[in-house]
């Protein structure tokens, strides 16, 4: 054979070896980078104890990892043949918990109140902070043996969270179906539809020892089946829906396991809310059900106050460049009743309109509290500037009178706000040669009389 064909096929040879190593290399760093082991299998080639840590420096922009001098205990929790729970103890003092992220395909642990995560990667723990743009911030690594540099440890982990992420998907599904599936099972358990009922109790789960107008009360129901079983509402830590029963209900509102008193004395039956319940399900229509008296200890707030007037609006077309004046207070007559109720001392207020004589409310307080009662004028619009003067200042509305008579005004307690609104500021002139506006007046002060 001619010497030079033989040279060329032993350089053909040699250039084909050259090939097949180097798929062969590709190959394997594919299903390496592809088939990662998730922190279950990664942890269980660990043992709980006390952890050499390097910790991450910079300089310059540089980043290195330096041993510390004192080691760090960090334990595991298991659940069956899982790893719950990571424990770190920082500087061997301060605990830190993280739970897993997926628990049937973990990639990491996570403490709801920490930036930082945990991974476990071929008997190193990670310490470290995750954005999905940049990937890790290494600040510690707990390895036995050394550790490579920043670039290449970082190169580490952030593959192995990438390419997790793709393997989870299956586990996610898996979890999405595993909590669909309980929570039809939870919903089939506590709903009342088909469900024979025994008896019905509702239950104050929150009572205020100040009860009056619109003070807010938790109350929860309890269904007690003819099986002996009891379903309980979300409130009394039960998973039976609010809308699986109908209500009827005596001096304001139950919406949501919530009972809002009433603003209105007038909407309020024999001085104590009640609340009836029963099953929207159960034709017997067997009712539950609940009283509770009034003390009417609670602050009531009253507001009259005029409403401000808008600002001028110059190099505006339809407007005007003067402020607006303010509206007045409302003027109102309280006649005050002194009364026994539930055994207590208790003001009746009977809130009229000065000039019309229609009835406003009508409310009661305990002799204890306090009744605040703003009727202030509104603030007069400001004026703008114009094309040549500026707009004058509206005028501040009056503030409301207030009349106050009957037996319970000695024992009332009244806070009162009747201030006259402050008057609108003048705009400013377009130029020197034009004049600015005037400020608006202020409205006079109310009068209280008893």
């Known amino acids: 054979m001619n010497p030079y064909v033989c040279v060329k096929i032993q350089q053909m040879m040699r250039l ?5 190593a180097s798929a062969l290399f590709l190959c394997l ?96 723990i990670y310490y470290y902070t995750w954005s999905i743009k940049t990937g890790a911030t290494i600040r510690y690594i707990f390895s036995e043996s050394k550790v490579g540099s920043y670039a290449d440890e970082k190169n580490t982990l952030d593959t192995y969270r990438n390419s997790i992420k793709e393997l989870q998907a299956t586990a996610r599904s898996k979890r999405i179906e595993n909590n669909n599936a309980a929570a039809e099972k939870i919903a089939e358990e506590n709903t009342l539809k088909g469900k024979k009922i025994k008896a019905i109790r509702v239950i104050p789960v929150s009572k205020p020892d100040d009860l009056g107008l619109l003070t807010l009360l938790g109350i929860g129901v309890e269904f007690e089946l003819d099986n002996g079983k009891v379903l309980k509402t979300k409130n009394l830590g039960g998973f039976t829906p609010y809308t699986d029963f109908e209500s009827e209900v005596n001096g304001g509102d139950f919406e949501g396991g919530d009972f809002k008193v009433a603003d209105d004395s007038r909407k309020i039956q024999n001085d104590k809310i009640e609340i009836s319940v029963w099953s929207k399900y159960d034709e017997k229509k067997i009712k539950g059900k609940y009283s509770c008296p009034l003390n009417y200890k609670k602050d009531i707030y009253y507001n009259y106050q005029g409403a401000g007037g808008p600002g001028g609006r110059g190099y505006t077309a339809g407007y005007n460049v003067n402020g607006t004046n303010g509206s007045d207070g409302k003027s109102i007559n309280i006649v005050v009743t002194s009364m026994q109720i539930n055994g207590e001392q208790i003001n009746k207020l009977v809130v009229t309109e000065a000039y019309s004589g229609r009835t406003l409310s009508e409310v009661k307080i305990h002799v204890n509290n306090t009744v605040n009662i703003n009727t202030s ?43 006259g609104g402050k008057g609108g500021v003048g705009g400013k002139a377009k130029t020197q040669s034009f004049l600015n506006g005037n400020n608006g007046s202020s409205g006079k002060n109310g009068i209280l009389s008893k």
Not at 16 to 20: E, N
Not at 41 to 59: C, I, M, Q, R
Not at 99 to 113: C, E, H, K, S
């Open 29 to 124: 760093s594919f299903l390496q980078g592809s088939a990662q082991e998730n922190q279950n299998t990664e942890l269980s080639k660990l043992s709980a104890g006390d952890f050499p840590v390097y910790k991450v420096t910079e300089n310059g922009g540089k980043f290195k990892f330096e041993a510390a001098s004192k080691p760090w205990p960090i334990s595991f929790k298991k659940e069956g043949e899982s790893f719950a729970e990571v424990i770190v103890n920082r500087s061997g003092i301060i605990e830190e918990k993280y739970q897993v992220d997926l628990p049937g395909y973990p990639a990491y642990y996570m403490n709801p109140a920490l930036e930082t995560v945990v991974t476990a990667i071929d008997k190193k």
């Open 377 to 419: 004028g509104g603030s007069g619009g400001n004026g703008s500037e114009g094309s040549g003067n500026g707009g004058n200042g509206g005028n501040g509305g009056n503030g409301g009178a207030i009349s106050l008579t009957g037996n319970g005004v000695s024992t009332l307690k009244v806070s009162v706000s009747s201030q």
């Open 16 to 20: 084909m070896k050259t090939y097949i």
